[in-house]
């Protein structure tokens, strides 16, 4: 991970700590990220994997993708909102291309498959 994506994660997770007024101890209990990751992380000394940036994303009220600077929208979406978007783009869909995508959903992924 390149040291510009290191800091942003750093500020971009200071700043909502701030916001929430918690210290690295706290958002390390309320994510279940280890306080070692979470030290390391502000200091931008390492990078957590994909599993601990959804945690303390989760903790913090906002995105991975944000934290990491890849979008400028802060704000989760609820599971709600999320299923909505989905259906209102599914309607667009034909019925070929419902099918196809169906297929591509319930087909499993097989990656010791050789072709």
């Known amino acids: 991970m390149d040291k510009n994506k290191k800091a942003?994660?750093?500020?971009?997770?200071?700043?909502?700590?701030?916001m929430?007024?918690?210290?690295a101890v706290?958002?390390?209990?309320?994510?279940g990220v280890s306080r070692s990751i979470i030290s390391r992380l502000m200091?931008?000394?390492a990078f957590p994997s994909a599993g601990n940036l959804e945690k303390i994303a989760m903790a913090l009220d906002t995105t991975g993708?944000?934290?990491l600077g890849d979008s400028e929208n802060c704000e989760r979406r609820s599971l709600d909102?999320?299923?909505n978007s989905v259906r209102g783009q599914l309607e667009d869909l034909t019925v070929e291309e419902?099918?196809?995508?169906?297929?591509f959903i319930l087909t499993?992924?097989?990656?010791?498959?050789?072709t």
Request: hydrophobic share 35%; glycine share 0%; proline share 2%.
């Open 81 to 83: 909102e999320i299923k």
């Open 43 to 45: 200091t931008e000394k």
């Open 65 to 67: 993708s944000y934290l």
């Open 8 to 18: 942003i994660l750093a500020k971009r997770v200071k700043e909502r700590m701030k």
């Open 108 to 114: 499993p992924v097989n990656k010791n498959k050789k």
């Open 26 to 31: 706290q958002l390390s209990e309320k994510s």
């Open 98 to 103: 419902k099918a196809e995508l169906a297929w």
């Open 20 to 23: 929430f007024d918690l210290n």
